[in-house]
């Protein structure tokens, strides 16, 4: 089946700084990424659609400025975390569609921490 | 918005039981997707349901997608401790704009097995 990486897998940072997230699909091409974030013992939530060669679509309550998506490429996909605090604290979780199928992949995720 | 939920929450069975997790929509969905999430992983795609009343099996594990379309339900015969994890469905709207499948996740149902 399609692979989906995501770098870093984990990443601890101090509060104020920026993070950034990458996705990338490994054997196929996906004009749409999707980014979720799943606090602990909870659901995915959907926080942004991310469109090769546009901007971003924001799930309502999402602030675009703090949670910037760059989608410069068909296999990459890119989430920065802007002056992080410890609520943003979360598994950040990337999923792509590979073109022409309706089933989405997801990336292994990444474990933020701000302390 | 748009809310999906399941039930139960959590389930505690002894290995060889029988479980189901039912999801439950306040709006016709176009199509239904379930997924795995073992702790600590992400979550694995299961199963595509898209026709209304439809049911499929994955050996012990028998999919149905409701009638109306706005409900599903997953079923596990003779539960193993492998099938431990959180059992999502994700509910699929309607195409988007751009033509892509945005899916809102219910709130998972976590199963514990007891051997």
């Known amino acids: 089946g399609a692979v989906v990486s995501q770098h870093p897998s984990r990443v601890i940072c101090k509060s104020g700084t920026s993070v950034k997230i990458e996705c990338r699909s490994l054997?196929?091409?996906?004009?749409?990424m999707f980014w979720y974030r799943q606090f602990p013992k909870q659901s995915l939530m959907l926080m942004a659609t991310?469109?090769?060669?546009?901007?971003?679509?924001?799930e309502q309550g999402v602030e675009k400025d703090k949670f910037l998506i760059n989608h410069a490429s068909l296999t990459l996909s890119t989430l920065t975390v802007t002056s992080a605090h410890p609520e943003d604290s979360s598994f950040y979780i990337c999923?792509?569609?590979?073109?022409?199928?309706?089933?989405?992949?997801f990336g292994p995720g990444t474990r933020l921490l701000v302390l | 918005g748009q809310q999906v939920m399941q039930i139960p929450q959590y389930q505690h069975v002894q290995e060889g039981e029988d479980f189901t997790t039912y999801c439950n929509s306040s709006t016709t969905l176009s199509n239904i997707q379930w997924y795995k999430q073992r702790p600590g992983g992400h979550p694995v795609f299961l199963i595509q349901?898209?026709?209304?009343?439809e049911v499929k099996k994955q050996k012990r594990l028998t999919f149905q997608f409701g009638e109306a379309k706005k409900n599903s339900s997953l079923h596990i015969t003779a539960t193993q401790t492998t099938d431990v994890g959180t059992y999502f469905c994700a509910a699929n709207l309607g195409e988007g704009t751009s033509g892509t499948y945005k899916y809102i996740f219910g709130t998972g149902t976590r199963l514990k097995v007891l051997a």
């Open positions: 054997d196929f091409q996906a004009t749409t």
């Open positions: 349901l898209v026709k209304s009343g």
């Open positions: 991310s469109n090769e060669g546009s901007k971003a679509t924001y």
């Open positions: 999923s792509a569609y590979p073109t022409r199928e309706k089933t989405q992949y």
